[in-house]
C-alpha cells in the first residue's frame, strides 16, 4: 500500500501525538485533547494494546495468531471466527464479489511466485504452468467459504493473506480508543491507510497528501480535505521490476496470475472507514481506470485514478462520489 504524504497541521491546540512500530509498518496519530486532563500514558497503552490484539487475531507472521491456526486448518472444517476477524473476512468477501474477483485475500502464494513476498526469492518470471498450479489452490470464492461468525476452506493449501484489509482495519481499532477517551478530532495512520475524525488543531479537515506516483521521488501529486472517512492508496510504482524492457509490478491481478498491464499507476478511495478504504484501493487499482470507475459508479465509491500518460506524465479521473466530497 502507498505512503499517503500527510499535510502537517500546525500544534496550535492541546495536540498529542503518539507513534510506533506495528504490522511490519509505522502508525501514527495526532489527536486533539479538548483539555490537558487526559492523561497520555494510558491513551499511548491503549493504542499498543489493540494493536497488539489486532496482530494476535490477524498476523501471518506469528504462529500462535488466530489467522495463522486458521490457516492450518483442514478442508471442510468449520472453523469458528473471532468477531473482528469475522468482521473482516465477511468485508473482504464482500469486496471480492463486487470487485469481479480483483480483491482476493488467497492471493499471496501468487505474490511469492513472482518473488514480490516476503521469502527469498528474487522477483522474476514464473512459467505458465507454475502460474497455473498456484492458481489451483487460490482464489477467494473457489477455496474459501465465509460465515457469518465461522469460515471452511474448501482446500487445505488455501492460505489467508490480510496485507490489503488488516492495516486498514488495525486503524478502525485504534479510532475506536481515541472515541473511547472521548476524542473526537484525530487523525489515525498505518502505513498510509488512514482514518480522520473532527478537525486539526487549526480548525480545518485534515489535509492529506496523495503521493506523486513517480519511482523514487517522494512528492504530493495532491492534496484533499477529509474529515470522518477512511482513506487509502494503492500504487504500482515502488515495486517492481523489468525484464527486456517489459515493467512487472507487485500488483497481481488473481483471475490473472499475473502483474496488472494496464497504465493506471494509482487508486486512492475514501470511504466510511479505513478497512473498506484499504480493500477497495487495492480492488481498483488490480482493476484499473476504466472498468474501475463503472464498478465505482454502481457501489457508490469514492475514486480517484492517476494514470501514465505518455513517457513522463500522468493524466486523473474520479468517481462523481469522490468529486463530490472534494467540492
Known amino acids: 500500500m502507498t505512503t499517503a504524504a500527510l499535510a502537517a497541521c500546525k500544534p496550535d491546540g492541546d495536540v498529542l501525538q503518539f507513534s510506533g512500530a506495528t504490522m511490519g509498518t509505522q502508525y501514527n496519530v495526532v489527536a486533539i485533547a479538548p483539555d490537558k486532563s487526559l492523561n497520555q500514558s494510558q491513551v499511548s497503552a491503549a493504542i499498543t494494546d489493540a494493536l497488539a490484539q489486532v496482530n494476535r487475531e490477524m498476523s501471518n507472521w506469528d504462529a500462535t495468531s488466530e489467522l495463522s491456526r486458521l490457516n492450518a486448518a483442514a478442508a471442510d472444517d468449520d472453523v469458528a471466527l473471532s468477531p473482528h476477524l469475522a468482521e473482516v473476512l465477511n468485508a473482504a468477501d464482500a469486496v471480492h464479489l463486487a470487485s469481479e474477483g480483483r480483491f482476493d485475500v488467497t492471493v499471496g502464494p501468487l505474490i511469492e511466485l ?14 505458465d504452468a507454475q502460474i497455473a498450479d498456484v492458481m489451483g489452490r487460490t ?22 493473506y490480510l496485507a490489503a484489509i488488516g492495516k486498514g482495519h488495525g486503524v478502525d481499532r485504534v479510532a475506536g480508543v481515541l472515541r473511547g477517551f472521548g476524542l473526537s478530532d484525530f487523525m489515525v495512520e498505518i502505513g498510509g491507510d488512514l482514518y480522520t475524525s473532527g478537525r486539526n488543531a487549526n480548525g480545518t479537515p485534515w489535509q492529506i497528501g496523495i503521493e506523486s506516483p513517480v519511482a523514487g521521488a517522494r512528492d504530493v501529486h495532491s492534496v484533499i480535505d477529509v474529515s470522518g472517512q477512511g482513506m487509502a492508496t494503492s500504487g504500482d510504482y515502488r515495486n517492481f521490476f523489468e525484464v527486456d524492457g517489459k ?23 475514501l470511504s466510511e472507514n ?15 481506470r476504466t472498468r474501475g470507475l463503472e464498478i465505482a459508479e454502481a457501489q457508490g465509491l469514492a475514486v480517484s ?12 479521473a474520479a468517481s462523481s462520489q469522490f468529486l463530490a466530497k472534494q467540492a
Open 139 to 160: 482464489g477467494q470464492s473457489q477455496v474459501l467459504s465465509v460465515g457469518a461468525s465461522s469460515l471452511r476452506k474448501r482446500d487445505a493449501g488455501a492460505g489467508i
Open 114 to 127: 513472482w518473488g514480490f513476498g516476503a521469502g527469498n526469492s528474487a522477483p522474476h518470471v514464473p512459467t
Open 274 to 288: 479505513a478497512m473498506l478504504a484499504d480493500a477497495w484501493a487495492t480492488a481498483m487499482l488490480v482493476l484499473g
Open 247 to 269: 515493467r512487472f509490478s507487485h500488483i497481481i491481478d488473481p483471475t490473472t496470475g499475473r502483474p496488472i498491464l494496464h497504465n493506471t499507476v494509482s487508486a486512492t478511495v
Open 305 to 316: 485514478f492517476i494514470d501514465r500518460n505518455g513517457p513522463a506524465g500522468f493524466v486523473t
